[in-house]
């Protein structure tokens, strides 16, 4: 049963950067679309980024596009969220998530079977 486990977040100034990991576990992620959320407080958990696995094509959110870029080790089993440019709006709980959407629902939290705990990325403006 494929398990996931996020790392990376903390306590950045404005202008910095993260790279959040998510390390799989009973599987292998070559079989899996992969994507990050994000959960501000008081806010829904919204789509930041996905990496298709078939093509290995990526999408990103239009509020991140130009900052943050998802990619995949295979040989680590893990996927990244390399995060540049952080603004105080990027302060959040982030979640990786693995399934097999189909494209059109590629951006929707019901579209995916497994979800990591989570990690908070905090912003100081």
């Known amino acids: 049963q494929l398990q996931l486990e996020e790392s990376g977040g903390g306590l950045v100034q404005a202008g910095g950067s993260l790279r959040l990991s998510c390390a799989a576990s009973?599987?292998?992620?070559?079989?899996?679309?992969t994507a990050w959320f994000r959960q501000a407080p008081g806010k829904e958990r919204e789509f930041v980024a996905a990496r298709r696995w078939i093509g290995g094509t990526t999408y990103v959110a239009d509020s991140v596009r130009g900052r943050f870029s998802i990619s995949r080790d295979a040989a680590y089993n893990t996927v990244y969220l390399q995060m540049n440019d952080l603004n105080a709006e990027d302060t959040a709980f982030y979640y990786c998530a693995a399934g097999r959407p189909i494209v059109s629902t590629m951006r929707t939290v019901g579209a995916y079977r497994t979800w990591g705990q989570g990690t908070q990325v905090t912003v100081s403006s």
């Open positions: 009973g599987d292998s992620l070559r079989s899996y679309t």
